[in-house]
């Protein structure tokens, strides 16, 4: 079957030129016009990738992919028109995976939707190969403890909500704890060779994580900043 990709652009033309062109390309298509639809057609579709613009009637972008990304995983592209940090900042913290600014060559478009869509292929495989043993796995550091049959963080024997990639940066900083990890390297691995977006995606997630199993997220001593360099696990 098709990959599934929810279309959420406003302007008409541009919609149909999206769905045009990612249809040719063999995915199915669902296509609207506002946010509260955004909403509507992703709880009923349940989508393998959905281009969200951030100018929307209704409801605009961030809102939509806030709560979108409290009720499932699925990979988000946002377009916003502006090349504003601000912009790509928000939209990563409200839980998009990638951004893309208008305008943009319908290439480049394709080449992102691609590299999510894959990213998620990837993960999948990688989790249905694990062995048996692999799969009862459990990581621990003191009070915090990763359950990898059941993709959970526990933190004060409290159950800790993270979204997919944060999941996924903790998971691999674990499996490499003590080590100086670059942010280059930590992207390459984590978001994949073929991620278009820059080091600062990394940043962003590292202040969430920070937020989440720090005792002082100020003064961090799990995840700490290696001057020059990046990123060190302690556990």
């Known amino acids: 079957m098709p990959e599934t990709i929810l279309v959420v652009e406003d302007e008409p033309a541009l919609r149909d030129t999206l769905t045009y062109n990612l ?7 669902e ?14 579709l349940k989508p393998d990738l959905i281009v969200l613009d951030i100018m929307l009637p ?12 409290k009720e499932m995983t699925v990979p988000i592209l946002m377009l916003t028109a502006r090349d504003d940090e601000i912009d790509r900042v928000v939209g990563l913290e409200v839980g998009a995976d990638d951004y893309l600014t208008k305008p943009f ?30 799969k009862h796995e459990t990581l621990t550091f003191g009070n915090l403890v990763i359950n990898l049959t059941r993709q959970e ?17 903790l998971l691999f900083f ?36 920070r937020q989440k199993i720090e005792e002082d997220s100020s003064n961090p001593t799990r995840i700490v900043t290696v001057r020059g360099g ?3 696990f302690e556990g």
């Open 174 to 209: 674990a499996e490499h704890r003590g080590q100086m990890l670059s942010r280059e390297f930590i992207l390459e691995r984590v978001w994949g060779w073929d991620y278009i977006g820059d080091s600062r995606t990394v940043d962003v997630h590292v202040r969430w994580l």
């Open 153 to 169: 963080v526990i933190l004060k024997d409290e159950p800790l909500p993270l979204k997919p990639q944060e999941y996924q940066l």
């Open 23 to 29: 249809k040719k390309d063999g995915f199915a298509v």
């Open 105 to 134: 060559s319908m290439r480049e478009l394709m080449a992102r939707v691609k590299a999510q869509l894959r990213r998620t292929r990837l993960l999948r495989e990688e989790l249905s190969n694990r062995t048996p043993e692999k």
């Open 230 to 232: 990046g990123y060190r």
């Open 31 to 44: 296509a609207v016009g506002d946010g509260r639809l955004a909403l509507e057609s992703a709880r009923k």
């Open 58 to 69: 209704e409801l605009d972008g961030f809102e939509v992919a806030r709560i979108l990304r």
